[in-house]
């Protein structure tokens, strides 16, 4: 599973099984002036955003890293992005729910938790945690999902809230 382009906002309490809607265009969705919640992972713009959110963003995130929020509705790109991935993970798995799935179905994604106070435009966050959710669609450029616990593979962090996501290491 790879970072998705989305950033939930931190200190909401997020739980297992509760619809939620990501990047909303509604007045209670923007998350700041300018921003409905989108990440530039990796570059800029609309062609980018949508191809993050059909493909995950490859490289790695953790605990403490810098990212840049990617501002504007982006209604296009968000629709073709979701709807992408949602078609890849249909042909896939097409008897999977959000309760019953493996852990490489696509509609499976891991949204970094940032605090967007003070975010205007483009701007610096910091990622503070991880989330894992099921993405169900898009309406307009809300991205519909629902709140899952996953284990995931990744760096570890420090003093960081639960979000149902964790980092499973061996020692001896």
């Known amino acids: 599973m790879m970072p998705d382009t989305v950033g939930l906002q931190s200190g909401i309490s997020y739980s297992h099984g509760n619809s939620t809607v990501l990047h909303s265009a509604s007045g209670s969705g923007c998350v700041a002036p300018g921003n409905w919640g989108a990440l530039a992972l990796g570059c800029t713009g609309g062609s980018c955003y949508s191809n993050n959110l059909a493909n995950g963003y490859c490289a790695g995130l953790s605990v403490g890293n810098t990212i840049q929020s990617e501002p504007g509705v982006k209604t296009g790109p968000t629709t073709s992005g979701i709807n992408a991935r ?23 994604a891991i949204v970094p938790i940032v605090d967007w106070t003070g975010c205007s435009g483009r701007c610096s966050l910091t990622v503070q945690g991880f989330a894992s959710v099921w ?25 960081v809230a639960d979000t149902g996501v964790y980092h499973i290491a061996l020692s001896n």
Do not use: K
Not at 137 to 143: A, H, N, R, V
């Open 86 to 108: 949602i078609q890849q993970a249909q042909q896939e798995y097409p008897n999977a729910t959000w309760n019953s799935h493996t852990s490489d179905d696509p509609r499976i």
């Open 135 to 159: 993405v169900t669609g898009t309406s307009g450029s809300d991205i519909n999902a629902i709140f899952v616990g996953q284990g995931v593979n990744g760096a570890p962090g420090t003093s």
